[in-house]
């Protein structure tokens, strides 16, 4: 059964500061990672999807790796802004219908 | 497109209650799971729905129930509510496959029973 870690579970940085999050899953033969925001109080919102073939993804200043060797993504933020402040979980299916199994995520604040 | 809408947003109910949990999707999305979030135990799969007619269970199904007669529709139904169903429901919807199943969450209901 896949299983998903999220290290570290809090995160504080400094405004303008480059994020990076990480993301472990124990079984290598991944079908894809889906990494989600969630605001206090909201809904998951999908920031980037990477297919299995695939070593990056990028939208704007997020910037999502995959290595599947290693059992690793990484999910770096740009010159960090006091709106990205949220928990940034990640997900990978473990079976070809899609069901999840997520990490437990990272509070992530972002400072002034 | 309204993507996945979920009502109530808020619900308190007393111990042994029954309520539905509503959720709807208009993508045409083959799949839609229901997840529980609670602190500290991240988010976890109650039900899911492979298609019209379709439901199995996931991680903790006990004291919910499915069914789905649409494919727009997957109501989430409680049966008789304890303290221990306390959390934040999302409904999840997504198209099967390995390189497409994105999955779009709706905003959630916030359910306290007490």
């Known amino acids: 059964k896949q299983e998903v870690t999220q290290i570290p579970a809090a995160l504080s940085v400094p405004e303008g500061e480059n994020l990076v999050l990480n993301c472990s899953f124990t079984d290598s033969a991944i079908y894809n990672l889906q990494w989600f925001r969630q605001d206090p109080g909201k809904g998951l919102t999908s920031l980037l999807l990477i297919q299995s073939s695939q070593r990056e993804q990028t939208s704007g200043r997020l910037n999502a790796s995959l290595d599947k060797s290693s059992g690793r993504s990484t999910l770096y933020i740009a010159a960090s802004q006091p709106g990205d402040s949220a928990t940034y979980l990640c997900?990978?299916?473990?079976?070809?219908?899609?069901?999840?199994?997520f990490g437990a995520g990272t509070q992530v604040v972002v400072t002034p | 497109n309204a993507g996945v809408t979920q009502t109530p947003k808020f619900q308190v109910l007393k111990t042994g209650q029954s309520m539905t949990l509503q959720c709807a999707q208009d993508m045409n999305h083959e799949y839609m799971s229901w997840y529980r979030q609670d602190p500290g135990m991240g988010l976890r799969l109650i039900h899911y729905?492979?298609?019209?007619?379709?439901?199995d269970q996931g991680e903790v199904p006990n004291g919910y129930n499915v069914s789905r007669s649409t494919t727009e529709d997957f109501p989430l139904r409680l049966l008789s509510a304890a303290p221990s169903q306390t959390s934040v429901y999302f409904c999840?919807?997504?198209?099967?496959?390995?390189?497409?199943?994105?999955?779009?969450f709706g905003p959630g209901t916030r359910l306290t029973v007490l």
């Open positions: 729905s492979v298609g019209a007619g379709i439901t």
């Open positions: 999840a919807s997504s198209r099967p496959g390995l390189a497409y199943n994105e999955q779009f």
């Open positions: 997900a990978s299916p473990t079976d070809s219908w899609g069901k999840f199994q």
